[in-house]
């Protein structure tokens, strides 16, 4: 089956950039979708199809894949933006949905 | 404004079934595919299961394969998932995911999840 490789935890300072990776084996060439999750509540699409933002969330957040690496960017990190980020994936030859590990984004 | 609501969830012995029901609103129902994904509190995210728009393909994982079944009624705007063989290890948060076309793809909408327990 298809793994997702995340680092579990990433600190950044206020006003700083964040960095979240997403290992997979020829990433590259599948569609990538991260979410964040703050404690107590479901958790919500920050990127599709790799880069593209849904309505109403920031700039700051934008996003990547090449490779065996998809990357969520958090640039000007604030305070809010503490939580939990999975990546995601539809894996077509299992016919199966696949999450990464999460990534506890702290803000220093 | 896209909801979904969760119901069914609750205590239940090993062995036993539960049925989870989503009612969705919003949205033009028929139009997108929809999942199930679980969270054990204080774990990560997990993919359940999967249906297309019109229930013609749907996916399962390993660990529910056999035992799960995924459902709709697109002229109720509702999905269901039908747990049968409940082990202790399957209770978590059951979250109903809207997805963002008609096949599988990611999940652009949850609901606020509903939880399944299974103990003795």
């Known amino acids: 089956s298809y793994v997702l490789t995340q680092p579990p935890s990433v600190s950044v300072a206020p006003g700083k950039t964040a960095m979240i990776t997403c290992g997979g084996n020829?990433?590259?060439?599948?569609?990538v979708y991260w979410y964040q999750q703050k404690p107590g509540q479901a958790p919500v699409l920050v990127i599709y199809?790799?880069?593209d933002r849904p309505s109403g969330i920031p700039e700051r957040f934008s996003g990547s894949n090449s490779g065996n690496t998809a990357t969520l960017t958090i640039s000007r990190v604030e305070a809010g933006d503490e939580a939990d980020y999975y990546c995601?994936?539809?894996?077509?030859?299992?016919?199966?949905?696949?999450f990464g590990g999460g990534t506890k984004v702290t803000v220093l | 404004e896209v909801q979904l609501v969760e119901s069914g969830g609750g205590l239940v012995q090993p062995g036993r079934s539960l049925r989870l029901s989503c009612a969705a609103s919003?949205?033009?129902?028929?139009?997108?595919?929809m999942h199930w994904v679980r969270q054990v509190p204080g774990k990560g995210l997990e993919w359940v299961s999967s249906?297309?728009?019109?229930?013609?393909?749907?996916a399962y994982a390993d660990s529910v394969k056999g035992r799960f079944t995924i459902s709709r009624d697109n002229a109720k705007n509702s999905l269901y998932l039908q747990m049968n063989s409940l082990r202790i290890e399957d209770t978590a948060l059951y979250y109903c995911?809207?997805?963002?076309?008609?096949?599988?793809?990611?999940?652009?909408?949850w609901g606020q999840g509903i939880l399944v327990t299974v103990s003795s």
């Open positions: 995601q994936v539809w894996d077509s030859s299992s016919d199966q949905g696949v």
């Open positions: 020829n990433i590259g060439r599948k569609s």
């Open positions: 919003g949205f033009e129902f028929d139009d997108f595919a």
């Open positions: 199809y790799d880069s």
């Open positions: 249906i297309t728009w019109n229930g013609g393909t749907r």
């Open positions: 995911t809207k997805d963002r076309e008609i096949v599988f793809t990611g999940f652009d909408y």
